[in-house]
């Protein structure tokens, strides 16, 4: 019976990792060929355009992880697909309207963003739709990750690269445009994302649908949480190289840039099996379930590539980086050891946030923020060098994965083992 409820997972996420792996060399070859074409102060603002997108795209991803729990905890209604029906029309429509709303809001306010990004505000104006597309595609992505449809989920992400790729091949090489084609690139990636999602949920969720239940109307509670946590953990993840930019001559911050692409690609290693086990930790929360066993399977895949590829930057990142990124950039093989090192800490991190959404989220959010707004304050006080920054950006990775197990053993797992054990729980079967 385990053997038969392993299956899916197990296929689920490898078919994913693979998916995502490929996704992801695009995603990279997309950076790497605009820093190759760029000089290396273009490509620091490009890079952090990029890296404002990224925390803006996650922190208003809150609907995304809302869908897919209430599409997940809704195949125990009667009339599911009616119920689902009801839970995506009803948060695609406050995506748009908010989506919109922070669009305008944006175009109005690009010179200040502009100035505080130290960034021309014409890249600002090229990007500010960016915006609608962080608020409407989590929706349908939620979608498919409750449904368990793990196929077209995956596809949306490799839509995106492949979409700014190719128009970068297009703007950049082909019609000569440089900063401008590059940067113009980055929205029309998601733009073609937003589509290819749109064909995948298929036109019978916009048929019409019964009420929406009580229960599935109430998130602002769980969208309020999610929002500051995915504030806090891209902050987290993603600030430092603004406060380079900011800090630092440009072509110091281009080669802080090149050190933190390649981190990114070991963020992106624990992906899919965080996506499998979202839904997964619902439903055994919902039956009374203890998820030792889910947590620490989850946390070893999501480690164990992440270890694997620190070991090849210690090794070998001069190389790295001469090949793809260029000789210009070759003095950011002094930080890969201590990125690498930093990214372990923060897979671990990616594993309990995505954890505590799908159940008790309020405590580690609270243990997010306040270690996002120590780090502030460190990058504030200590700024000597970038190598500074990376040891801080390190240590944060680890004190806040460090929090979210000392949560777990000390709080959370106390209180699920209490419910296993009440007369209505679910039995544990293990």
Known sequence: MRQALLRPAAWQTGFLTGLDGFTNLLDYGFHIYLARVLLPADFAIVQTLNTAALILLTAFAVLQPVVARYTAEATEFTDASGTVRAIFQFYAKWSVIVGLGLWLLAWLGQRPIASWLNVPQTAVSLTTSILFLTTTRPVIAGLLQGRHQFVPFGGTRLVNALGRLGCALLLVTLLHT???????????????????????????????????????????????????????????????????????????????????????????????????????????????????????????????????????????????????????????????????????????????????????????????????????????QFHSSTATFATIFALSGWVTALGGLLLYLLWLRPRLKTASFSPHATPDPR
Do not use: H
Request: with cysteine.
């Open 178 to 380: 440089g900063l401008t084609g590059a940067i113009v690139a980055l929205p029309v990636g998601g733009l073609l994302a937003l589509l290819f999602g749109l064909g995948a949920v298929g036109r019978d969720c916009w048929r019409p649908a019964p009420p929406l239940p009580a229960q599935f109307r109430r998130a602002l509670p769980l969208v309020f949480s999610t929002f500051l946590a995915f504030i806090a953990y891209m902050s987290l993840l993603n600030v430092d190289l603004i406060w380079v930019n900011r800090l630092f001559a440009p072509e110091t911050a281009g080669t802080y840039a090149t050190a933190v692409l390649l981190r990114r690609a070991l963020s992106l290693l624990p992906a899919a099996v965080i996506v499998v086990m979202y839904p997964r930790a619902v439903a055994q929360v919902a039956q009374g379930r203890l998820p030792d066993k889910l947590l620490l399977q989850t946390a070893v895949v999501a480690i164990l590539p992440t270890l694997l590829f620190t070991i090849v930057y210690a090794t070998l990142g001069n190389l790295i980086i001469r090949w793809t990124f260029g000789a210009a950039y070759s003095e950011a093989d002094s930080l890969l050891l201590t990125m690498g090192m930093a990214m372990l800490g923060f897979s671990l991190t990616a594993v309990w946030l995505n954890f505590y959404l799908a159940t008790r989220p309020l405590p580690f959010v609270v243990w997010l923020l306040i270690v996002a707004v120590a780090q502030v304050l460190l990058f504030n």
